[in-house]
């Protein structure tokens, strides 16, 4: 026979998963059937939590620093007599000025892409990632306060990144291209065939809605057509990877030009996307 | 003093998914913030599990750019029956614990997934080996911290009798 009490445990138990299947319900269908912008607990929420990233980015940084100049460094001059002092500290300055010309090539490419676009950027550094594997987002570290706002295009030398979805005053969201809810207006570069080019929630796109007459090839590149109002024209997407012909509809593969796994730096288009017809510099194949 | 530790480990767990994203090439399977939740289901039951599932799913929903509350509702059902599980059955074992972290993380997959196609939100296409490999992934993960939280005292306890004996 089961003590009262332990039933009373149980019914209790039962009334809060119930309540807070309740509540969650509620929440989502006061979500789902709203057509506003950014919920508020989600702006707030992502706020907050944006500077604990920030916090977080720079103690990895700052350890990673420390590991790489100092804990390192003495640990070769802990192995080496002292005659090889004065070589380790060389290889030490040659490794310092190496990581110095790779973040200035970095930054002058992203000034060079910055200076050849005709739009109002705005440099940002990613300071986090997704919090859940479901979605593809990463956290930027420029908000509203640098005058970011929803829809904004986030590019890289590369090409582009993704779309800006949650701006709070000093960090935002960026969903990026390969999250499977992202999209951009496409079109190949070689031969103007049109389409829409889907995040796949891995590492490649897809092209979708390319017309079966269109004249498409393995390693065409794709660049932006400029059509949904958040990317500029002619920024590279990505190449034609694989083809598949054999359904009603083509099966278009691309491998992004993004390599999104290492971005460190990006560029946030600040004013409205460019209608002009000349390709911009990212787009060069 | 528990409700804090687990806000805490919710937000380390949170953190840590967050931060190693960032340097692990390609997709992070791992979904550090279920582990968590299973992980004190397991340990206090099915009114924890369902607290820390709610609070995790909801912190983790309002940081993602998903609807607030499929996450937290999958993460509470699946906090509240792991709990229901580690009180009704022996799960003392490693292999019975990692058979309850793959289980609750295709149940989860199932909920999150499930409601996000049900109202036309997201397509996850046909994610079944992506399931499996994270449900395998959280496992491992969940299975160790288990093994490690309850080794890690003994082994420190008997560390510091060998230095007392060598005195």
């Known amino acids: 026979m089961i003590p009262m009490a332990r039933l009373e445990t149980r019914s209790r138990a039962g009334y809060l998963l119930l309540a807070a299947i309740v509540g ?6 006061a979500q789902v059937n709203s057509k506003s912008g950014v919920p508020i607990l989600e702006a707030v929420t992502f706020g907050a939590f944006a500077e604990l990233q920030r916090g977080t980015a720079a103690l990895t940084g700052s350890v990673r620093r420390t590991w790489n100049e100092y804990i390192a460094l003495r640990q070769v001059r802990e192995e080496n ?13 040659v490794q310092e000025q190496r990581a110095l ?33 479901d979605f593809r987002t990463v956290t930027i570290d420029k908000g509203s306060q640098e005058g970011l706002a929803v829809d904004m295009a986030v590019i890289a030398p590369a090409g582009i990144v993704g779309r800006v979805v949650i701006p709070s005053q000093r960090a ?13 207006g496409a079109i190949v570069a070689r031969s103007r065939a049109q389409g829409v080019v889907v995040g796949t929630g891995e590492t490649r796109l897809r092209m979708d809605y390319v017309s079966t007459s269109s004249d498409v090839v393995v390693g065409d590149t794709v660049v932006t057509s400029g059509v949904d109002g958040i990317y500029p024209k002619g920024l590279v997407i990505g190449r034609v990877d694989n083809i598949d012909k054999t359904s009603g509809a083509w099966q ?17 288009v600040l004013a409205p996307t ?12 | 003093m528990r409700i804090a530790g687990l806000a805490i480990a919710t937000v380390v767990a949170l953190v840590a998914q967050t931060t190693l994203a960032r340097f692990v090439s390609g997709t992070i399977v791992v979904d550090l913030v279920l582990v968590v939740v299973v992980y004190a289901a397991l340990l206090a039951g099915p009114v924890t599990g369902l607290l820390t599932g709610t609070f995790a799913g909801l912190l983790q929903d309002a940081l993602s750019i998903g ?10 059902i699946v906090g509240f029956l792991a709990g229901v599980i580690g009180t009704q059955f022996i799960v003392s074992q490693a292999p019975s614990r990692f058979v309850v972290f793959f289980a609750a993380t295709v149940l989860h997959a199932v909920i999150f997934m499930g409601l996000y196609q049900l109202l036309g939100l997201r397509d996850f296409g046909a994610p079944y080996g992506k399931v499996l490999e994270q449900a395998f992934a959280n496992a491992v993960v ?13 082994a420190v306890e008997r560390r510091r009798m060998n230095r007392m004996r060598r005195r």
């Open chain 1, 24 to 29: 969650h319900v509620l929440l989502i269908s």
């Open chain 1, 81 to 93: 007599e002292a005659l090889k002092h004065r070589l380790a500290e060389t290889e030490i300055q």
């Open chain 1, 101 to 133: 010309a790779d973040r200035t090539r970095s930054l002058a490419e992203l000034l060079e892409l910055r200076q050849s676009l005709d739009l109002k950027t705005t440099a940002a550094e990613i300071i986090g990632a997704a919090s859940t594997p």
């Open chain 1, 172 to 184: 935002s969201k960026v969903q990026l291209l390969i999250d499977r809810n992202a999209a951009a």
């Open chain 1, 252 to 268: 278009i593969g691309i491998v992004p030009a993004v390599d999104f796994s290492s971005l460190e730096q990006v560029l946030v």
């Open chain 1, 274 to 285: 460019s209608t002009s017809d000349a390709p911009q510099q990212g787009a060069r194949p």
């Open chain 2, 67 to 76: 609807v607030i509350g499929i996450g937290g509702l999958a993460k509470t």
């Open chain 2, 142 to 154: 969940g299975t160790v911290a288990f093994q490690a939280a309850e080794l890690l005292p003994g």
